[in-house]
């Protein structure tokens, strides 16, 4: 009797495999309810952000007669593009001969803005329909940084404020980046790469660049803080950063002569005192001043202070130069130049000295002179009346 049964429940299944046509063991990729049927390998693969994902699909007629399909695609309002093709050309219509096979292609673009997931597609010829599932791993970014090492320094107006900064490109395809600064007027700023001047640098994706970024500010600027905003773009993504620069005073530095006369005049030989004035025309502290000077051969001038230790904004100092001229010195003007000099500004002042001849070789000028009239004379009187 059980046997009975079991070969009865047999049969039964075997008669309702019949009546459905088998159609529960067919692969979930091929739906077709006419003539068309839609086949591909691989229905459900892996791709990463940023990738192409490619199918060869086989539009087959199993009918009788041509059949000529609209072509479509279903993507469930996801941001994915594609392209369907044959034979090199996209296509919306695709005829199949009578028990005949047509090849169609579809490359499928994954977005590199993405999260992480299952994403359910179908391509559809006619009233054939083929599902499609990609399986992203990981989420993905479309976005570029710009990140720097310290967005804020400090310094002088004749300063050269040197930033560094890190390009990094988190998309999944190389990019192309200009670089832009957007200064205030008189300002200037430099990208430079590998010691090399930019205007634009390309990175690698999900990679980074270092940027060495070098802003000169203009003459005479006033003090205060800066900002500069800095560029790295192109048609698919951009990175922004800025700059601060903050300048903390300008220096500026004279010097002259206390009457302000920039003539002298000594013996050959002899000395010249000058008093010189050394004026802070800037608005930072100067410190160690130094003051040297360039003369002719054989010429030394002397000063005191040789050094100036710190000279506030705005304050002079007294210095004397005392100018000694060498011994040989011919009559005339001679060229010196002397400077007041610190590590940030110099000055210079440029003297001229007149060399008279020394009064000894005027007294012996003088008694050359006696001598030969006393001689003329003794001559005149002892042989004049012969």
């Known amino acids: 009797m059980r046997k009975a049964c079991r070969q009865a429940g047999i049969l039964a299944l075997i008669f309702a495999i019949l009546w459905t046509g088998g159609s529960w063991l067919k692969p979930e990729a091929v739906h077709a309810a006419g003539p068309l049927e839609l086949y591909t390998p691989y229905t459900a693969v892996d791709a990463a952000p940023g990738e192409s994902v490619n199918y060869t699909i086989d539009v087959i007629n199993n009918g009788e007669g041509i059949v000529a399909a609209n072509i479509g695609f279903e993507n469930a309002k996801t941001p994915w593009t594609y392209e369907l093709t044959a034979g090199g050309r996209a296509v919306k219509q695709l005829a199949v ?12 673009d994954v977005p590199l ?4 997931g299952e994403y359910s597609f179908a391509v559809t010829a006619g009233d054939a329909r083929l599902p499609l599932r990609v399986f992203i791993a990981e989420k993905g970014t479309f976005t570029s940084k710009l990140e720097m090492e310290q967005a804020n320094i400090q310094g002088h107006s004749d300063s050269n404020f040197t930033f560094s900064a890190t390009l990094t490109n988190q998309t999944a395809e190389e990019q192309t980046y200009a ?7 008189g300002w200037e700023v430099r990208f430079n790469s590998g010691g090399s001047g930019v205007t634009s640098v390309t990175v690698e994706p999900n990679a980074s660049q270092t940027l060495s970024i070098e ?4 003459d005479q600027v006033a003090a205060g803080s800066y900002k500069i905003p800095i560029m790295a773009s192109n048609t698919n993504t951009k990175a922004e950063a800025e700059l601060e620069a903050v300048i ?19 013996k050959a030989g002899g000395t010249k005192s000058l008093q010189l004035t050394v004026t802070n025309t800037g608005t930072a502290k100067l410190e160690d001043i130094s003051m040297n000077a360039q003369t002719p051969t054989d010429w030394e001038v002397t000063f005191e202070p040789k050094t ?7 304050k002079t100092a007294s210095v004397q130069a005392v100018i000694r001229s060498a011994e040989d010195s011919l009559p005339g003007d001679y060229a010196l130049n002397l400077q007041a000099q610190s590590a940030q500004k110099s000055a210079d002042a440029a003297i001229r000295v007149a060399v008279k001849s020394s009064s000894l070789w005027g007294y012996i000028g003088l008694l050359i002179i006696v001598g030969v009239a006393a001689g003329v004379y003794w001559l005149f009187r002892k042989y004049g009346r012969r």
Do not use: C, F, H
Not at 97 to 108: A, I, K, V, Y
């Open 97 to 108: 001969r009578p028990d005949g096979t047509q090849s169609l292609s579809l490359r499928l």
């Open 179 to 185: 670089l832009a600064a957007a200064p205030d007027t």
């Open 308 to 314: 100036i230790r710190s000279l506030e904004p705005g």
């Open 215 to 218: 802003v000169l500010p203009p």
């Open 248 to 266: 903390t005073g300008s220096y500026g530095i004279g010097l002259t002569t206390a009457d302000e006369r920039l003539n002298a005049t000594v």
């Open 113 to 116: 803005e993405i999260d992480k």
